[in-house]
């Protein structure tokens, strides 16, 4: 892999991290987290058997054709690639940036709108990134990209948002802006279990009230583990998968959500469009120096 300029380096990265691609202003800085998991170097085990990905995106007729050139790519990454010949790159600080395995960069190019649109839907697709979501005017385009891990490996899911937009800077100059932000995308149906676990039993507990059809996923284990120990995997774990912890009572009780937002559809009457889910962990000290663990999940969420 190349260095970025620009206080802009490259590092690998396997696993999964959320995309977006937006414009605007902001300080720079070398991004320094993302670089903890490297390859296959951690694998946790997980409640469910499998993960399916869904099918690739296909670059339309219509979209210009860019001729294929050796990739430099973002930092913290080994899919997102930089836009050739892209100039005042940047990282920013914010929410992103604060994240495993996140980051927010932006840049300007001389290309047009439906260059840069191109590029990334054909480039993001090769390395199995879907379209979610896709807004565009003529004065500029946002698209919501995600990606799914195909093996049991830390991050399970990404998220990436395209936004790229036509500014003029007097009568006669004319640039295009991109920003780039990615983060982790959590999977409820995936949380991690310690690696020691025995005596693994899974059940749906449905809500008491008729009224209300919701249900729990309930994951009960039994561990050699200290509280102590177990607590610190799931601070570590939950976290390196894009949940953020909450009100919690350390060490027997843990509490981890996630909200991933999308663009509402046109016409819609939602005031919040996307995706979310909280997790629930309990850890219960037994006999014999054996400790009980039970996770509660609803399903995820969306309006």
Known sequence: MKVLGLGVSVVLLGGLVLLTLVIFSGRSKEAQQGNILVGASTIYPYET???T???????STDMPDIPD???TMITGTTDIPLYPGAGQVESVEG???????GGEYTLRSNSSIKEIVSFYKRELAKSGWTVEAE??????ASIDFSWVNPVKEIPIRRHLNVTVTAYATDAKSLFTGVTLRFE???DPNYVPLYPDVQKVQVERVDNPDPQINTFERVTTYESKASIEEIEAYYKDAMVQ???????????????????????CPAGSRAMWCGTGSLVDIFIYPQESGITKVELRVPPEYSP
Do not use: N
């Open 135 to 140: 807004d565009s005017s003529a004065t500029g």
């Open 69 to 71: 050139t050796p990739q």
């Open 184 to 186: 982790r995308w959590p």
């Open 53 to 59: 990905t869904s099918s690739p995106i296909t670059s």
């Open 95 to 101: 929410p992103y940036y604060d994240k495993p395995g």
């Open 49 to 51: 058997p499998s993960l």
């Open 241 to 263: 998968s894009g949940w953020v912890m909450g009100k919690s009572e350390p060490p027997t009780h843990l509490f981890f959500s996630y909200r991933h937002d999308l663009p």
